[in-house]
């Protein structure tokens, strides 16, 4: 069973940053798969954020480039989301996981909060 540990999440002012960290642990081949953070703000639907393939190619969301940068260290099992010039707009709990295709590849774990302050 594979487990996501997100952290990292923090209250922050406008303009401040954060870095997100997100380890996987258990049967899981993490070199192999591409992952991705979401976000789910208060009465939103969960949205992508941000997505690495395993070869280390990015994408994000048209509201975060140029801000947010993803990465990962294949030797740690871990995924990171470095967060500049964060807006409130960009509150939420922020998760990661493994995507194939469309779809996600494991159970959500518990996010971690990231509040932005005006």
């Known amino acids: 069973q594979v487990q996501l540990v997100e952290s990292g999440g923090g209250l922050v002012q406008a303009g401040g940053s954060l870095k997100l960290s997100c380890v996987v642990s258990?049967?899981?081949?993490?070199?192999?798969?591409?992952m991705a953070w979401y976000r789910q703000a208060p009465g939103k639907q969960r949205e992508l954020v941000a997505w690495?393939?395993?070869?280390?190619?990015?994408s994000y969301r048209e509201s975060v480039k140029g801000r947010f940068t993803i990465s990962r260290d294949n030797t740690k099992n871990t995924v990171y989301l470095q967060m500049n010039s964060l807006k409130p707009e960009d509150t939420a709990v922020y998760y990661c996981?493994?995507?194939?295709?469309?779809?996600?590849?494991?159970?959500w774990g518990q996010g971690t909060q990231v509040t932005v302050s005006s």
């Open positions: 996981n493994g995507v194939g295709g469309l779809t996600t590849l494991y159970s």
């Open positions: 258990g049967r899981s081949t993490f070199s192999d798969n591409n």
């Open positions: 690495i393939s395993r070869g280390s190619s990015t």
